[in-house]
């Protein structure tokens, strides 16, 4: 089957600074790419969809300035967290469709101190 | 919008014993659904999941799940739960966007295998 990864598994940042979560298909192309964020024990939230060539969309409630997007490929999109603060911190997954199916990748665990 | 609704936050089965996890969806069109799951601190991975066609679908694991549109349920079932079963369960349903799935997700089920 189709594989997503994702880049880095795990990452601590300082409250205040940046950090980037990339998410690749291995050996499919996508269009279009999708952004969760899941707290502890809780489901997994739609964040925004990422448009390769094209601005995200985001969901409502999730702040664009602070979650940027970009897709500058058909198999990598990229999630920055932006001036990061410890509510920000969560698991984040990726997933991109090839058919009709979601392929999820690994997830991103990120702890702001 | 579409909702997804897991009754069950969690369940504890003995192993061998059979298992049946619940999901109920609000949709109004013919719904894509999905059931995923994922062990702590991992992604997720398709267990199952029904476009149209036969009601009764079959997965990975000797999972299956019934699709029931009268009881708008999709309820995921094994008969016999092993203790590498043990992990958090999800049912989602999709909505094409843009030839796409956007999914949504109910809050999980835990499963606790007991020896």
């Known amino acids: 089957g189709a594989v997503v990864s994702q880049h880095p598994s795990w990452v601590i940042c300082k409250s205040g600074t940046s950090v980037k979560i990339e998410c690749r298909s291995l050996?499919?192309?996508?269009?279009?790419m999708f952004w969760y964020r899941q707290f502890p024990k809780q489901s997994l939230m739609l964040m925004a969809t990422?448009?390769?060539?094209?601005?995200?969309?985001?969901e409502q409630g999730v702040e664009k300035d602070k979650f940027l997007i970009n897709h500058a490929s058909l198999t990598l999109s990229t999630l920055t967290v932006t001036s990061a603060h410890p509510e920000d911190s969560s698991f984040y997954i990726c997933s991109a469709p090839a058919a009709v199916e979601q392929y999820f990748g690994p997830g991103t665990r990120l702890t702001v101190t | 919008a579409q909702s997804v609704t897991q009754p069950d936050i969690h369940i504890t089965v003995s192993e061998g014993a059979s298992l049946e996890l619940r999901c109920n969806y609000s949709?109004?069109?013919?719904?894509?659904l999905f059931w995923y799951v994922q062990s702590p601190g991992q992604g997720l991975q398709l267990l199952l999941k029904?476009?149209?066609?036969?009601?009764l679908v079959q997965g990975i694991k000797g999972f299956e799940a019934e699709f029931k549109r009268s009881q708008s349920s999709f309820n995921l079932r094994k008969p016999s739960v092993h203790w590498s079963d043990a992990a958090e369960y999800f049912c989602a349903v999709g909505q094409t966007q843009g030839g796409s799935e956007k999914l949504v997700f109910g809050k999980g089920t835990k499963l606790t295998v007991n020896p």
């Open positions: 050996d499919f192309q996508a269009t279009t």
């Open positions: 990422s448009n390769e060539g094209s601005k995200a969309t985001y």
């Open positions: 949709y109004g069109a013919t719904p894509y």
């Open positions: 029904y476009f149209s066609g036969d009601t």
